[in-house]
Each structure stands twice: as C-alpha cells, then as structure tokens.
C-alpha cells in the first residue's frame, strides 16, 4: 500500500498533505500555485510512493456539486490522464476551510502569522479532507 495525498484545489494556491506509509494519518505536505501543481505532483507521486490522489469535491449544502466544480473536474480529468497509475477519487470537502481556520486558532497560531502565511488554511484543508478519506476508509 502506498501512501495518500490530498489537494485543496483553489484557483490561486492549492494545499496539499499527505499519508504516513500505513495510511492511517494525514499531515499537511505544502501549499503551490495552482499553475506549478501539476508539475509538483508529477516529481512528487514517484519519488513518495503515492498511488492514491484524493481532491476535495466542493458541494452545496444539498451535496450537489457547488460553482466551484467547474474548474476542479478539468484537473481531476488531466490528472487522471497524465498519471494513469495512480487512482484518482474525490471527497466531500464541505466545511474543511472553517474547520481548517478554527484548528489552527485553537492551536495557538498567532493572528500575524495566520495572515502572513495564506497558504496555511489550504495546507490544515488538505489535511483535514484526508484524514475525512482514511477515516471513511477504516483505515484506522
């Protein structure tokens, strides 16, 4: 079993994390710039041992696919044909952005650094829809 990654795709910055070897944790890896992503993710996945690509599905409160989808399901579609050995699946990543933001208050980030690093929601998101994968998975 190889480990898993999960993307927060946004339009500007995308938030990765990643699986321990076991898939049982998540940790949060990095944040890109969306335009390098496919780039970092082609070094990334063979040199890591991933071959399970996790993308947090934005749906509406109803679970339907939100505004947002539009341009996910491009990535998700190139990402499937550039790396065809590695399973792509989608999760629902409603809520993860508040989560994110009130796990890192609650974990003492200082407001400063909290708006220096704008990358910092995206990476705790990435890491908050894997963990929400391995879980449904039992993976625990």
Known sequence: ??????????RKRTGLAV???????AGAL???????LMDFLKK??????????VVGMPRQMDGSPSESYAYIRPFVRRLAEEMPQVKVEMFDERF?????MQAIIAGGVPKGRRREDKGLVD???AAIILQ???DSKGSL
């Open 123 to 125: 990476r705790v998101s």
């Open 96 to 100: 993860t952005s508040r989560m994110a």
């Open 30 to 36: 990095d944040t890109v710039p969306t335009h390098t």
């Open 132 to 134: 929400g994968y391995l």
């Open 1 to 10: 079993m190889g480990r898993i990654l999960s993307v927060d795709y946004g």
């Open 19 to 25: 699986s321990d070897p076991l898939g049982i944790i």
């Open 44 to 53: 990334y996945v063979p040199q890591n041992g991933v071959d399970t690509i």
